[in-house]
């Protein structure tokens, strides 16, 4: 297994080009694809392209946002101590890969943004504290064990729960407790992101004749630059100083937030996007000693988001012409007019890992997949819960080769998508064999 890694590795690093060119080709490939396949012609669905666009916006902010707070509430001297005292069992190269495929899957099982926004900082800072870590794998590790986040509730499987929407209209709510918690999906995920991924990863390990990169920055530099900065005096301090050094302001705006959290949980809010970001402010500003710190900390996060802001938009162009046009449905008819009983569930999650190459977004695509799929579940007496999971877990399969999710976690790991993409794929194929194990075997 190693030298099939090794030779996607070098397959990538030649071939592979950056995210950006990635998207661009995608956009080629949509465009012609809905040309052929669609009724649609060249100014119809150029136009389609030119109104999506725009349409992740919001989403886009969203993403930047939590990976600044984010990485602002990861920085703060408390949860730097507490990664430094889990990087502190980590005595080898061997127990950092495995440490980092499992932290993360088991991070994102509660938040998928979050997950991913702490797998690329523990990366970091394991790289930081344990020598002889071939970077790549271990940022590659912390990615492989993500691809287990839809397994979790916190994830688009929250719509599908959700009294008023269009399935809960149709087919009714489809709860959490037979999907997030159904006994197959804790099989696939206890499997996939505590076992197999994990020990892979450390199977990857180059041996002591192979090239390993390191992180390219030491530890002197600063994994614990918030805990070590210098303690102000606030006496005789001109009034604009003695405010931003302060603590006092992040302490009232932190238990402000707080509140106003409480209150949003009792009347009925849920852990969305908002919420959690929400929730990263509240206690990275507790957690700060100074509210000029944690501006500084924050200015460092935004560097991570470069690619974010510049590639989304290409995305969200492709998601407007395969959902305007009809080209994600014309696939997702495809793969249900060769399904049955027994195998709708699977071709959900084929057809989602197909369609997250150009629309990688979790609930967009779940309200492009999610009415086909539920509607031929009903009709051939298949699961809908089930059904609904093949279309996530395929959503997450192939975001091992897509790099729009990669994003946010190479941005603050310091890589490429070429970096890791060549380990990722072995995550890809490992996903594949094991949901489609279970999907297929599990008594229906």
């Known amino acids: 297994m190693k030298k099939f890694a090794n030779a996607c590795t070098r397959f990538v690093e030649r071939f592979i080009p950056d995210a950006f060119l990635f998207a661009v080709i995608l956009t080629v490939v949509c465009f012609v694809g809905a040309l052929i396949f669609t009724e649609s012609g060249a100014y119809a669905t150029m136009m389609a392209w030119g109104k999506g666009i725009w349409g992740l916006l919001s989403f886009t902010a969203q993403i930047c946002t939590a990976m600044v707070f984010g990485y602002a509430l990861v920085k703060t001297p408390a949860v730097d101590k507490l990664l430094d005292a889990i990087c502190r069992k980590v005595h080898s190269p061997a127990q950092a890969y495995f440490v980092a495929a499992a932290a993360t899957a088991g991070l994102s099982w509660f938040s998928w943004s ?264 009903t009709k051939l007496g298949a699961s809908l819960p089930m059904t609904t999971m093949g279309v996530l877990y395929g959503d997450a399969w192939t975001n091992m080769i897509q790099p729009f999710w990669a994003l946010p976690l190479l941005g603050i790991a310091n890589l490429k998508i070429k970096d890791i993409m060549g380990y990722c794929v072995i995550t890809l194929i490992l996903w594949f064999i094991i949901v489609t194990a279970v999907m297929l075997l599990w008594p229906i």
Not at 213 to 241: C, H, M, Q, R
């Open 114 to 377: 979050g997950g991913l926004i702490c797998g690329g900082l523990i990366a970091v800072k394991l790289a930081q504290k344990v020598r002889g870590i071939h970077y790549p794998l271990l940022v590659a590790a912390c990615y492989s064990g993500w691809v287990t986040f839809q397994c979790g509730p916190t994830a688009a499987l929250l719509q599908p729960a959700t009294p008023g929407t269009w399935s809960d209209k149709l087919y009714g709510v489809i709860p959490v407790s037979s999907t997030a918690f159904a006994p197959w999906n804790w099989t696939i995920f206890i499997i996939a992101g505590f076992i197999v991924i994990p020990i892979i990863m450390m199977r990857l390990a180059p041996s002591k004749s192979e090239k390993i990169i390191e992180l390219n920055y030491s530890l002197d530099e600063s994994a614990a630059a918030v805990e070590k900065a210098p303690k102000i005096s606030l006496k005789g301090l001109p009034f604009n100083t003695w405010c931003e050094n302060n603590y006092l302001f992040n302490l009232v705006f932190g238990i402000a937030v707080i509140i106003y959290l409480i209150y949003y949980f009792i009347n009925g809010g849920g852990l969305t996007f908002d919420s959690f970001n929400l929730i990263f402010l509240a206690v990275g500003l507790l957690l700060t000693p100074t509210p000029i710190q944690y501006v500084k900390t924050c200015a460092e996060g935004v560097s991570t988001c470069g690619g974010i802001i510049l590639q989304y938009p290409l995305y969200a162009g492709i998601q407007g012409i395969m959902v305007t046009t009809g080209l994600a449905s014309v696939i997702a008819d495809v793969f249900v007019a060769l399904s049955s009983v027994r195998t709708l569930p699977w071709m959900a999650f084929i057809s989602g890992g197909f369609i997250n190459m150009f629309i990688p977004s979790g609930g967009g695509q779940w309200n492009v997949q999610g009415p086909i799929f539920l509607d031929a579940a």
